[in-house]
């Protein structure tokens, strides 16, 4: 067994950029049920073994996911590390825009909160 990339060397923005791909999102999807080789992810999209293969790579690049060598195939599992990255932070962007909207609900005077309030209905 040989691991190839571990998901702590991931990045949020190599993440990011790496799910935002529909196809590389769906074996990331494949994977959080459970560790697939490239066959049997192939089974599940509407895309050549080939083309998976490239996206495993680009999701392992991202330390997204990791592979393991069972004789000739390529067993690949996501790596936890990297999502939970990816996740907080989602988390920290979230907790940025909700300080940001009570900043400007704040100093927004009362009339004004009321007149946007009754114009949203």
């Given at each position: 067994?040989?691991?190839?990339?571990?998901?702590a060397?991931?990045?949020?923005s190599?993440?990011?950029?790496?799910l935002s791909?529909?196809?590389?999102?769906?074996?990331?999807?494949l994977?959080?049920?459970?560790?697939?080789?490239v066959?049997?992810?192939?089974?599940?999209?509407?895309?050549?073994?080939?083309?998976?293969?490239?996206?495993?790579?680009?999701?392992?690049?991202?330390?997204?996911?990791?592979?393991?060598s069972?004789?000739?195939?390529?067993?690949?599992?996501?790596?936890?590390?990297?999502?939970?990255?990816?996740?907080?932070?989602?988390?920290?962007?979230?907790?940025?825009?909700?300080?940001?909207?009570?900043?400007?609900?704040?100093n927004?005077?009362?009339?004004?909160?009321?007149?946007?309030?009754?114009?949203?209905?």
């Amino acid at each position: 067994m040989v691991t190839k990339r571990s998901g702590a060397q991931a990045t949020a923005s190599g993440g990011f950029a790496a799910l935002s791909d529909p196809t590389r999102e769906r074996i990331v999807r494949l994977l959080v049920q459970r560790e697939r080789s490239v066959g049997e992810i192939a089974e599940q999209l509407p895309v050549s073994r080939p083309a998976v293969s490239k996206h495993l790579r680009l999701l392992q690049d991202a330390g997204i996911v990791s592979a393991r060598s069972e004789g000739t195939r390529h067993v690949y599992t996501i790596e936890p590390a990297a999502l939970q990255a990816l996740r907080d932070e989602l988390d920290t962007m979230w907790r940025q825009a909700l300080a940001r909207f009570a900043l400007v609900a704040r100093n927004t005077p009362p009339a004004l909160r009321r007149r946007a309030t009754k114009e949203k209905r």
